[in-house]
T-cell receptor, first 113, second 117 residues
């Protein structure tokens, strides 16, 4: 069975500072990995995804993530955050793109001015 | 891009009544739709997977007689919460996929916040 662990429930950071949101997964097979963002009372928006190929994946809004198979991690990074990045971020794993996703518990990113 | 519309966005109902939530794919045919539930400050939990024209597959612990799912067409799936109780109050989100290959993208609706009084 797959599982996703997001180690930080909340991450406070000052505007224009870099940020890393951590995600570790476990699975017995090859997986596809995703990061989603959720703004209050809204659905999820896909930030980026890893299916295959280059382990460094670039997404929308300046975010990127690196797939590390040996460490079973898929951490999300942004070199300089904005107030508008304040939201909840979910890491998710799927054994087949388009199949059902297993989500982590989420990390609330709070960007302060 | 592909759009998934969920209606209503918010609903308040009295205990014992039933509520229907619609999930529509506006510009693509959704062969499969997923229904998730999100409790406050928690992650999304998959409730069920529905394929057009067939019965939904429910996750362990989800009462299929309470959460009725119908996927009658390639653009519409409905979730009906029957005899709702306050503990059913939650944020319900649907997602839709256009195909079954690994290239099939998954699109989410904006969710429905259900409050049962």
């Amino acid at each position: 069975a797959q599982s996703v662990t997001q180690l930080d429930s909340q991450v406070p950071v000052f505007e224009e500072a870099p940020v890393e949101l951590r995600c570790n997964y476990s699975s017995s097979v090859s997986v596809y990995l995703f990061w989603y963002v959720q703004y209050p009372n809204q659905g999820l928006q896909l930030l980026l995804k890893y299916l295959s190929g280059s382990t460094l994946v670039k997404g929308i809004n300046g975010f990127e993530a690196e797939f590390n198979k040996s460490q079973t991690s898929f951490h999300l990074r942004k070199p300089s955050v904005h107030i508008s990045d304040t939201a909840e971020y979910f890491c998710a794993v799927s054994e087949g793109y388009g199949n059902k996703l297993v989500f982590g518990a989420g990390t609330i990113l709070r960007v302060k001015s | 891009g592909a759009v998934v519309s969920q209606h209503p966005s918010r609903v308040i109902c009295k205990s014992g009544t039933s509520v229907k939530i619609e999930c529509r794919s506006l510009d693509f045919q959704a062969t499969t739709m997923f229904w998730y539930r999100q409790f406050p400050k928690q992650s999304l939990m998959l409730m069920a997977t529905s394929n057009e024209g067939s019965k939904a597959t429910y996750e362990q612990g989800v009462e299929k007689d309470k959460f009725l799912i119908n996927h009658a067409s390639l653009t519409l799936s409905t979730l009906t919460v029957t005899s709702a109780h306050p503990e059913d109050s939650s944020f319900y989100i649907c997602s839709a996929v256009t195909g079954s290959s690994y290239n099939s993208p998954l699109h989410f609706g904006n969710g429905t916040r259900l409050t049962v009084t």
